[in-house]
């Protein structure tokens, strides 16, 4: 799989705020938070895994409300 279809991965995961997605794009920023040797990429993909934590809390809210 290439960067492009983990990031679209990613995306639907988000805009669908499926858990288990989510769970897996969560544990993929954090291996590529491990890899980075740039500090923009760094940057990115912390931007990412901060949307993702993002719709967890969201998707959990909401069930908490339910």
Known sequence: ???F?????IESAIERK???ELQWALGY???????AT???HE??????E???KTALAEMRRQEDSD
């Open 29 to 35: 920023c954090k291996m590529r938070l491990q890899i």
């Open 38 to 40: 740039m500090k923009h």
């Open 5 to 9: 279809k983990e990031l679209k991965r």
């Open 18 to 20: 499926n858990e288990a």
């Open 43 to 48: 940057a990115h993909w912390h931007r990412i």
């Open 50 to 52: 901060k949307k993702v």
């Open 1 to 3: 799989m290439t960067r």
